[in-house]
């Protein structure tokens, strides 16, 4: 399986949050992320796709 991957400004945009954000969120483990390289981090989209249901079930 292939998941197109985002950066972090992508990821920000998407959530409508800062970088600090979106790194606060990864760093607790809320939303997973991988390294590519050295220092590349990438978001899988189904990792933020599974963040955001999960916020809206926490809604409900």
């Known amino acids: ?4 991957l985002l950066t972090v400004p992508q990821a920000m945009a998407a ?3 800062s970088r600090w ?5 990864i760093r607790s483990g ?4 991988i390294v590519v390289g050295v220092r590349c981090r990438r978001i ?7 963040y955001i249901t999960r916020l ?3 809604a409900t």
């Not at 809320?30 to 992320?33: R, V, W, Y």
């Open 1 to 4: 399986m292939i998941s197109e």
């Open 30 to 33: 809320e939303l997973g992320s």
């Open 15 to 17: 959530l409508k949050v």
């Open 56 to 58: 809206c079930e926490e």
């Open 21 to 25: 954000t979106v790194y606060n969120l």
């Open 44 to 50: 899988p989209t189904t990792a933020l796709n599974d």
